[in-house]
């Protein structure tokens, strides 16, 4: 069977996909970790080095993104696409300084995980007592731990836009988003859409940022259809 390969977001690892890899039908779920890499370039060349000529990569925020950017850079070696809550947008000098700071901050400071009030912005509020979806998000973040952090922010902090490159990308991508996300807004998603001519959006409710957390069954069920279409 052909594999299929999963980028993770920011602070995610393979457990984000735990209720998605058991119910993929007819490929191979295999899991891309970026989380080495300090900047997009070494991700380009982590993602090149895993991948089989013509792979359908599926990521997830900073994944989705990464995805989206190799993509760009190897159309060729693409052959198709799911981005989920993510967009083409290169961060506002506020973020850039926000994460600069951080950095700053966590250098000279003992890191004491993700706050409470920062995983609840991840999730829709219907969720912010669940102690599972709570409970894999924190236990993410204490895997990956305060040096992860510190390099996944450095390597964001260089974020550029990529939409007027997304011209390059003619395979089939499918968009998947959330209304209710409070970190990827619902018209950039849009934006998206419009930019990427041969793409497919859907739109999830009743969802926060952590879309194959929160709705598993919903996305295996997409990615399912899109790959294997009657």
């Known amino acids: 069977m052909q594999k299929i390969y999963f980028l993770?977001?920011?602070m995610c690892n393979e457990d984000l996909w735990q209720f998605v890899f058991p119910k993929i039908t007819n490929y191979i779920p295999e899991y891309i970790d970026i989380t080495s890499a300090s900047s997009f370039e070494e991700i380009n060349a982590i993602i090149d080095s895993k991948i089989e000529n013509k792979a359908i990569l599926i990521g997830f925020s900073l994944g989705g993104f990464s995805a989206l950017n190799f993509a760009t850079q190897h159309p060729d070696k693409i052959e198709k696409l799911i981005i989920i809550a993510a967009s083409a947008k290169g961060l506002s000098e506020h973020e850039i300084r926000l994460r600069k700071n951080t950095i700053a901050f966590?250098?000279?400071h003992n890191y004491k995980g993700i706050s409470n009030t920062r995983v609840k912005q991840f999730l829709h509020p219907e969720n912010h007592?669940?102690?599972n979806f709570i409970g894999i998000i924190?236990?993410?973040d204490t895997d990956l731990g305060k040096v992860v952090l510190i390099r996944q922010?450095?390597?964001?902090s260089k974020?550029?836009?990529i939409t007027k490159q997304l011209k390059k990308i003619t395979n089939p991508v499918l968009l998947i988003g959330s209304k209710e996300d409070a970190l990827v807004l619902h018209q950039d998603i849009l934006d998206l859409k419009k930019e990427l001519k041969t793409?497919?959006?859907?739109m999830l409710k009743n969802c926060g940022h952590m879309i194959p957390i929160e709705k598993p069954v919903e996305i295996v069920e997409i990615i399912?259809?899109?790959?294997?279409?009657?």
């Open 199 to 202: 793409s497919f959006l859907v």
């Open 153 to 156: 922010l450095n390597a964001t």
């Open 224 to 230: 399912n259809k899109y790959l294997n279409p009657s």
């Open 159 to 161: 974020r550029i836009d």
């Open 8 to 10: 993770s977001g920011t």
């Open 129 to 131: 007592q669940n102690e």
């Open 106 to 108: 966590l250098k000279t």
């Open 138 to 140: 924190k236990k993410m």
